[in-house]
């Protein structure tokens, strides 16, 4: 019940009373406040049914326990451009959120076995980075301490690459301005300077006492663009700028194209791509071109072969080359518990299975045509994508005595399944996205027709205070641009957010060729 008012000119607010004319409805809110607080918890229950209120500490004290256990979320408003609102939410993170004494204690493995790491200044060292930020001055590294203390000078042990490495300095980091520090103990974030090989998602831990910790999760590339320099004497400078910008950001991913000779550079979203080259004309003053974004398609079997026979023969003085195989190739059923399979947005792509019996085909070469059914997925019969979605059964095959070789089996299954694939029914697949588009009222009719035409599968709409909550399902190489179409649709009213949410098939495609439209 206190009232902060920020002034042109002024970076902290002026705190005082509620004013006059917004006193009634501030009460009326504080009201709703306090039994919504007092449904979930049980001490402000007892308050509210006592008092008929919610003193302050209670009150707080019950926001903190909501926010901790998820059952509460906590809501504040504010303008980080202006820098309005700064002050109260760094109060309210100080206040709600979790001390690292509040979350249970870290885990990670040693050799194979689950340890835990409590939040203590005297356990082993142990911190996890999440940052690495390649500046003018040097390569900070930033990092998360979960147990422990370490300090400048010291030398850590780094799980990804095995290695001992040494932390030269510690800073503390206020936007721009770093603070040097002596220590860094458990609970704090800090930066480094020193470490030569760490990587987002490293586990940094006192050499006597390794431990790895999970590493976050980064999501699949799903637009590509190619990029090249605006002239012959910036093209030697662009690459050393990619790959320090994929080092900054492992969602972001380089490569050089075979065919074409291009480099791509691949990432998850239009904007994200968008920044990273900003990025890059800013911090190295590259002139950059970028061609017409692309989005990762891929490729499945619909209905497959079975009994697909293929022989690799290749004589050509001396020892030759031999193998015969014969493959089943079907559907991959999502959710299937198959050894072996590969994860791809979280369902498995490709599972391989052997059922020759009599020791027809050696085990070795066994391995031999799964590792060349697997250089086979590279490259699909549409159009080049990777494949996907693919079981492969080996039910027969037959070796000669001197001739056959891992070799000659590795390019049977390759060879062999790609002639199976131009012989099954398939489909292209292309990324969705869970798209949620916050419109006015009046703009409900514009907004749903533009995304029908985006080929997009409207799955609700939610009132909210004069505004309609619209979820969709729309493939992403529709929302290009789609943001100025939305802003001049609704006059700059309406907001949107996207989520990946993996691959459907494509729209107008025919069973055995590349999109009709």
């Given at each position: ?112 076995a689950e340890r835990e790491r409590a939040a203590d200044p005297r356990a082993p060292f142990t911190a996890l980075v999440f940052k690495v930020s390649a500046t003018g001055t040097g390569r900070l590294t930033y990092l998360r301490v979960y147990s422990g203390t370490v300090g400048k000078g010291e030398t850590v042990w780094e799980s990804g690459a095995g290695r001992v490495e040494r932390i030269g300095r510690i800073l503390r980091v206020q936007a721009d301005r770093h603070a040097p520090l002596e220590r860094a103990v458990a609970g704090d974030i800090v930066a ?326």
């Amino acid at each position: 019940m206190r009232a902060s008012v920020w002034t042109d000119g002024r970076d902290t607010p002026e705190e005082g009373p509620v004013p006059e004319t917004l006193r009634a409805e501030a009460e009326r809110r504080r009201r709703l406040l306090e039994e919504a607080v007092a449904e979930l918890h049980p001490a402000a229950l007892e308050e509210f049914c006592a008092e008929g209120s919610v003193t302050v500490p209670t009150l707080v004290a019950a926001l903190r326990d909501l926010t901790r256990s998820g059952d509460g979320v906590v809501v504040l408003c504010g303008s980080a451009y202006r820098n309005r609102g700064v002050e109260p939410l760094l109060d309210a993170v100080v206040a709600y959120l979790p001390s690292p004494l509040d979350v249970p204690a870290v885990r990670g493995t040693r050799d194979g076995a689950e340890r835990e790491r409590a939040a203590d200044p005297r356990a082993p060292f142990t911190a996890l980075v999440f940052k690495v930020s390649a500046t003018g001055t040097g390569r900070l590294t930033y990092l998360r301490v979960y147990s422990g203390t370490v300090g400048k000078g010291e030398t850590v042990w780094e799980s990804g690459a095995g290695r001992v490495e040494r932390i030269g300095r510690i800073l503390r980091v206020q936007a721009d301005r770093h603070a040097p520090l002596e220590r860094a103990v458990a609970g704090d974030i800090v930066a480094v300077v020193g470490l030569k090989s760490a990587r987002a998602g490293s586990t940094l831990t006192a050499p006597g006492s390794p431990l790895v910790l999970e590493p976050p999760t980064v999501a699949e590339p799903v637009v590509s663009v190619a990029v090249e320099a605006g002239g012959t004497t910036e093209a030697d400078r662009l690459m050393p700028a990619l790959a320090r910008l994929a080092e900054e950001d492992p969602s972001l991913v380089v490569r050089t194209d075979p065919v074409t000779g291009q480099t791509v550079l691949s990432g998850l979203g239009e904007l994200h791509l968008e920044v990273a080259v900003e990025k890059i004309r800013r911090a190295h003053g590259l002139e950059i071109r970028v061609g017409r974004p692309r989005v990762a398609y891929l490729e499945t079997v619909v209905r497959g072969v079975s009994g697909l026979v293929h022989r690799h023969v290749k004589q050509d003085g001396g020892a030759g080359q031999f193998a015969h195989v014969v493959i089943d190739v079907e559907p991959l059923e999502a959710g299937r518990d198959t050894p072996g399979d590969v994860a791809d947005d979280g369902a498995a792509r490709f599972a391989f299975r052997s059922a020759v019996v009599g020791g027809r085909v050696p085990q070795e070469y066994v391995r031999a045509v799964e590792a060349g059914c697997r250089d086979a997925l590279a490259e699909g019969p549409l159009g080049g994508n990777p494949v996907t979605g693919v079981r492969v059964v080996l039910t027969d095959g037959s070796t000669h005595p001197k001739d056959s070789s891992e070799m000659a089996f590795r390019t049977a299954g390759r060879n062999g399944l790609r002639e199976a694939l131009r012989a099954c029914s398939m489909v292209l697949l292309e990324p969705v996205v869970d798209l949620t588009v916050t419109v006015p009222d009046d703009a409900v009719g514009a907004v749903l027709g533009d995304l029908a035409a985006r080929r997009g599968q409207v799955s609700g709409s939610v009132p909210r205070a004069g505004a309609v909550v619209i979820s969709a399902v729309v493939p992403l190489a529709e929302l290009f641009g789609y943001a100025t179409r939305l802003r001049s649709r609704t006059r700059g009213r309406g907001v949107f957010t996207t989520r990946p949410a993996g691959h459907a098939p494509a729209s107008g495609t025919a069973p055995h060729g590349t999109p009709m439209r």
